[in-house]
């Protein structure tokens, strides 16, 4: 594991989405509504457009291409289901928001089957 720092806790807010790029890589942070931060590769599953200009309304996320939606809680896909969002493993040490970028759950990122 090689954590990395991404910004100040004291940037984020519950209900807000947060663009990133860490290592070379876009991600986005979200802290969905009575839940805690996580992060997920920006590249929305179906084509790959970002979604750091996706609509976060604190529960969903809507791509801003073609309109899936993904719950913030935990990545998953509602419109279409079977989806996920790539997430990375998000910490906070010592004030800051770290995460990994090199461990993924590829798994994840599939369709259910
Ligand atoms: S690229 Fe996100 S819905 Fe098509």
Redesign the pocket.
Known sequence: MAYTDVCKKSLLFEGERVPCLVDGKEIIILWPDGGEPRAYDAA??????S?ARGDFNGRILH??????VFNGRDGSSLQPCGWALKEYPLRIAGGMVQVDVAQVDVAAAQPDN
Do not use: D, Q, S
């Not at 929305?44 to 457009?49: D, G, I, M, N």
């Not at 791509?63 to 899936?68: E, L, N, Q, S, T």
């Open positions: 929305c599953p179906h084509e790959k457009v979604l791509c801003p291409a073609h309109g899936w």
